[in-house]
């Protein structure tokens, strides 16, 4: 899989197929809580929480790091009426996987309580799933 498939997958909401590009030791950040997600499974129900909230999700530039070992994917999406932006830092190991996986968005309030909670209740029915 190549990051043109990944961000194809991303934007057509296939969060399974992007994970085939994700490393099994891969570091999740969000904006959302301080602490880091580990590992390719907890990254998944977060990818797949998100994509439940997000609408019309498109990657809109993307940037790639000399020698390809990392890319900024610049994302829209809206949450409800809400237009959010965005950046996806991804850092590729030597096999190309994903290993680190960082997230910011814009604005702030898009991380506020109206937004917060369909997002809360996206992730607590994806980890609900996963621990079954």
């Given at each position: 899989m190549t990051p043109e498939d990944f961000q194809a997958a991303l934007e057509r909401g296939d969060v399974d197929a992007?994970?085939?590009m994700l490393?099994?030791?891969v570091t999740f950040r969000s904006p959302a809580v301080f602490e880091p997600y580990q590992g390719k499974a907890a990254t998944l129900v977060l990818?797949?929480?998100v994509s439940s909230v997000f609408q019309d999700f498109r990657y809109v530039r993307s940037f790639v790091e000399e020698h390809a070992m990392g890319l900024a994917l610049v994302?829209?999406?809206?949450i409800g009426t809400r237009t959010i932006?965005?950046?996806d830092f991804l850092r590729l190991n030597s096999l190309g996987l994903v290993d680190?996986?960082?997230?910011m968005v814009r604005p702030h309030s898009a991380l506020d309580k109206r937004t917060t909670p369909?997002?809360?209740a996206g992730l607590t029915n994806r980890l609900r799933s996963w621990e079954d």
């Open positions: 992007a994970g085939e490393a099994d030791n990818l797949k929480a994302f829209e999406a809206r932006e965005g950046v680190d996986f960082r997230v369909a997002m809360a």
